[in-house]
């Protein structure tokens, strides 16, 4: 099994503020890796330093063994690192299907061959695939901001996995989505990584959520990595439960 | 769109182009003017559009980019060069000064990167006065000539307009392309949320940038026609003016609608020779329709058009619920 990404010793600080303090982790290939904490513990700073969206003031953030710190996002993203942000992001004005589209469409070919190619890029299948895979068949045509909030997170998941990637880290994809469209959502985020190998690192408060869909977690307190292990090691770990799950 | 609709739509086209094409042929020296003129803002409206509608970067620099390939195709044409030549050198070069001018809008938005362009604006129009030795300062350049195209001459009004008729549709159909292609997805995802494409591999840098050239090169490319059809160019017409009058077509005709720079250009040029009645009054009466135009509907001429499309499609699709439901209902009742 071989290490997707590596995370050494990565720090940042806002001023005198220290949000992420000294934190490594690693995730392998296959593995889904939940990170949890209470807010403010540096969560989505962290995510923010690996994505390139924030210069890390120390460490280091290593994508298949090479160092990735200091990219931008697109060029992040090209190299196989996608994601989902905390609040809902798909473009309303676009149908599914053009979300989908757009969220595949730069990693194909350069930029004349995206003037003069296809309109579709070639993707409309692959995005049909996409969409059937998603359960989101009869709303493809449909402006995504028609969409309920639950479809729209799907959608949202669905174009992080459009470009294949080799990593897909999601931002609380279960916040204000139904029990119902949980259950989906959590589905077909097990079916990508059963069956297409995909590996993600996901940041959730929903617990159920985490501890059903996760083979790993790490805990964040305090800009610090607090435990790291399976699921059912964290839930009885004494000093996670001090700082986060409550007795 | 349903096949009605679309049957619609083509007869639409079909009408318009046939009136663009026919009925100019009764239309006098003066009227040719005004019609070649609404051609040649539309293209410059056009490029605005892209930068400001589908990209969401303000300028208030697109009259300068006019400027810039009038004076390029005056300087060119009078000195014997043809003017298809002249066209090329005018685009490139308002390719190349908007694509520096994309600089700015990667690290400033909104108002500021307006006070950028602003600046840029006015940089241009004291270049057009003050270099006489290239521009002929406030005399201008006169006499620049209308072109000979495969043996015609389009010196006649009549001629000269279908030549900007002509370019105005391969315009019209290549922005259609680009719009319709990965490219025309990218630019909305731009508008929309920056930072969401960016985490898509939208290399936001790059469209940033290509907006703005290209629709600076548009601008460049109504300049090299604007003229041939005046005959004459001096500093005047590049002033902030134009480039607000264009940002009006823009906004007027509806920013981000693919139709919204004809339309707007055709208020922008046709109303104030409509108002001509109101005399001295025309710019209050023009101002106050533009006004309540806008507090009416904030999304411009299409917008207008694009609500009573959305009225319409609701009316029918409730009138199909309730018949269903009628239906329904009978069955029950039976």
């Known amino acids: ?247 | 769109m349903t096949r009605v609709e679309r049957l619609v739509a083509s007869a639409g086209g079909v009408a318009i182009i046939a009136a663009l094409t026919i009925g100019p042929l009764s239309l006098g020296r003066y009227g040719l003017f005004i019609l070649s003129q609404w051609a040649v803002m539309s293209i410059a409206a056009i490029g605005l559009n892209l930068t400001l509608g589908y990209a969401g970067q303000v300028s208030l620099a697109q009259g300068a980019f006019v400027g810039v390939g009038a004076y390029a195709a005056a300087i060119m044409t009078t000195h014997g060069l043809p003017l298809s030549l002249a066209v090329v050198v005018a685009m490139g070069l308002a390719f190349a000064v908007g694509w520096l001018l994309g600089y700015p809008a990667l690290r400033v938005q909104h108002h500021y990167l307006a006070f950028v362009t602003l600046a840029f604006s006015t940089l241009a129009f004291l270049v057009f006065r003050n270099e006489e030795w290239l521009t002929g300062g406030v005399y201008g350049i006169s006499d620049v000539p209308r072109p000979s195209l495969l043996g015609f001459s389009t010196a006649k009004p009549l001629p000269f307009y279908y030549l900007c008729l002509f370019v105005l549709a391969v315009v019209t159909i290549a922005f259609r392309g680009m719009t319709r292609s990965p490219w025309g997805r990218a630019f909305v995802a731009l508008r929309e949320n920056p930072l969401r494409a960016a985490s898509l591999g939208v290399d936001t840098r790059r469209y940033t940038l290509m907006a703005f050239a290209i629709g600076s090169a548009l601008g460049g490319l109504a300049g090299a026609l604007y003229a041939p059809l005046t005959q004459f160019v001096d500093p005047t017409p590049f002033t902030l003016t134009l480039s607000l009058d264009l940002l009006l077509m823009v906004i007027v005709g509806g920013a981000g609608s693919f139709f919204g720079p004809y339309l707007g250009a055709m208020v922008a040029v046709l109303l104030p020779e409509w108002l001509r009645v109101a005399e001295s009054y025309y710019l209050i009466a023009y101002a106050a329709m533009v006004m309540l135009l806008l507090v009416y509907s904030p999304t411009g001429l299409m917008g207008i058009v694009e609500r009573r499309q959305r009225e319409r499609s609701a009316r029918v699709a409730s009138a199909r619920r309730a018949a269903a439901k009628a239906t329904l209902a009978d069955g029950v009742g039976r």
Do not use: W
Not at chain 1, 10 to 28: E, P, Q
Not at chain 1, 65 to 70: A, D, Y
Not at chain 1, 168 to 190: C, Q, S, Y
């Open chain 1, 1 to 247: 099994m071989s290490r997707v990404l590596e995370v050494v010793g990565l720090s940042k600080r806002f001023g005198g503020i220290t949000a992420v303090d000294g934190v490594s982790f690693h995730v392998d290939e296959g593995e889904i890796l939940g990170v949890i904490g209470p807010n403010g513990c540096g969560k989505s700073t962290t995510f923010n330093c690996i994505l390139g969206q924030l210069a890390p003031t120390a460490g280091e953030v290593r994508l298949d063994g090479r160092v990735v710190s200091g990219l931008r996002p697109p060029e992040l993203n090209r190299l196989g690192v996608s994601r989902t942000f905390q609040l809902l992001q798909v473009f309303p004005q676009l149908s599914v299907r053009e979300n989908l589209i757009l969220a595949g469409q730069e990693h194909r070919g350069g930029m004349l061959s995206r003037l003069f190619g296809r309109p579709d890029a070639g993707l409309g299948p692959a995005a049909d695939r996409m969409i059937g895979f998603f359960k989101l068949d009869h709303l493809a045509d449909s402006p995504a901001g028609e969409l309920s909030y639950g479809q729209q997170k799907l959608l949202d998941a669905a174009m992080a996995f459009m470009a294949g990637p080799r990593l897909t880290l999601l931002d609380e994809p279960a916040g204000g989505v139904n029990p119902t469209m949980l259950t989906d959502l959590k589905d077909r985020l097990r079916a990508m990584n059963r069956e297409q190998g995909a590996t993600f690192v996901v940041i959730e408060h929903n617990m159920d959520f985490i501890m059903s869909l996760c083979s790993r977690v790490i805990v964040m307190a305090q800009g610090k990595v607090l435990a790291d292990g399976a699921p059912d090691e964290i839930r009885v770990n004494p000093a996670v439960i001090e700082a986060y799950l409550g007795h």
